[in-house]
């Protein structure tokens, strides 16, 4: 989705901005290729209904694909990132950037030290 350069915040997908479903593209963007569902369920301290909820409206989105089979009897289901979705999650990440960076520039000065810690904290971690 291509935005006005002063305005990140058209760029925000809703689809992405939820907390559970951030984590859950956070973590397909991470794996090397197929998660299963209950290591994505696992990693994202979430419910079988809850994370097949959040499924659900990814894949309707086209952000992920759903695959099931059986392995030695039993159901498997794994997920992997779509090209769309890989595509879509990392402009929404950009524009969620430059939305934090145009926070931070507006907090007053004692508060900007504070956020500049923790954000750095949160980079060195990744």
Do not use: Q, W
């Amino acid at each position: 989705m291509k935005t006005d350069k002063d305005n990140p915040y058209d760029a925000l997908e809703k689809i992405f901005h939820e907390p559970n479903r951030l984590a859950i593209m956070s973590h397909l963007c991470a794996a090397d290729g197929e998660t299963s569902f209950s290591e994505l369920r696992d990693a994202c301290n979430l419910t079988d209904g809850n994370l097949n909820r959040h499924l659900k409206a990814l894949e309707e989105a086209g952000a992920i694909k759903i695959k099931k089979a059986f392995v030695d009897d039993k159901p498997r289901t794994s997920i992997v990132i779509s090209k769309t979705g890989l595509d879509k999650f990392s402009e929404y990440l950009s524009a969620l950037s430059e939305v934090l960076v145009k926070a931070t520039k507006s907090l007053p000065a004692e508060k900007k030290k504070e956020a500049f810690a923790i954000g750095n904290a949160a980079m060195v971690k990744a």
